[in-house]
Antibody, heavy 120, light 107 residues
Framework: QVHLVQSGPEVKKPGASVKVSCETF????????INWVRQVPGQGLEWMGW????????ASAKKFQGRVTLTMERPANTVYMELRSLTSDDTAVYFC?????????????WGQGTVVTVSS | DIQMIQSPSTVSASVGDRVTITCRPS??????VAWYQQKPGKAPKLLIY???ILQSGVPSSFSGSGSGTEFTLTISSLQPDDFATYYC?????????FGQGTTVDIK
């Protein structure tokens, strides 16, 4: 069964970094892009970026360029999202999600979400 | 970057009503539009992809259509389980932009 499992909740101080993991199960890891989406409490979905597990290529939204790094560990079928220079505005639920076609697809499988709280 | 202008932001409806939600991309795009349903505290659920293809397991009361500068999600007969927030999304190039969301609530 295809599913994604994310790491647990994080509490960080302003200025710190956070790294969230997303382990994939049930399909060939290199076949589909993995995206990261966040949702600030009470607000909508915000796309952050994607990583291509086949070749490591990444793309990110302009808002996060220079502050987000997407990486992967192919033997572990796991991708990572690191966000730096955190502020209270980064308090949100962060989701990883798999696309349903290559090279571009909709998001058919989602992780359970990771709550990141930024507070002094 | 492509922007997805979604409307309305809220729609109040009753069970059995027909509901239509619209997304207008700027600039115009082809067919790579998806629709999601999200309930409080849950991850979004894929309903429609490539403008009009129904995701497996999604009721046939949901349908998608459109091209260019206007895409729509239609719920032909609203059911109690359909009260939720809906998002459109484009995936035409490197970006994967979402619309602002439409909450369907009980009239």
């Amino acid at each position: 069964q295809v599913h994604l499992v994310q790491s647990g909740p994080e509490v960080k101080k302003p200025g710190a970094s956070v790294k969230v993991s997303c382990e994939t199960f049930g399909y060939t890891f290199t076949n589909f892009l993995i995206n990261w989406v966040r949702q600030v409490p009470g607000q909508g979905l915000e796309w952050m970026g994607w990583i291509n597990p086949y070749n490591g290529k990444t793309a990110s939204a302009k808002k996060f360029q220079g502050r987000v790094t997407l990486t992967m560990e192919r033997p572990a079928n796991t991708v990572y999202m690191e966000l730096r220079s955190l502020t209270s505005d980064d308090t949100a639920v962060y989701f990883c999600t798999k696309e349903n076609y290559y090279p571009k697809g909709a998001f058919d499988i989602w992780g359970q979400g990771t709550v990141v709280t930024v507070s002094s | 970057d492509i922007q997805m202008i979604q409307s309305p932001s809220t729609v109040s409806a009753s069970v059995g009503d027909r509901v239509t939600i619209t997304c207008r991309p700027s600039p115009a795009i082809f067919t790579w539009v998806a629709w999601y349903q999200q309930k409080p505290g849950k991850a979004p659920k894929l309903l429609i992809y490539k403008t009009s293809i129904l995701q497996s397991g999604v009721p046939s009361s949901f349908s998608g259509s459109g091209s260019g500068t206007e895409f729509t999600l239609t719920i032909s007969s609203l059911q109690p389980d359909d009260f939720a927030t809906y998002y459109c999304q484009e995936y035409n190039g490197n970006s994967r932009t979402f619309g602002q969301g439409t909450t369907v609530d009980i009239k």
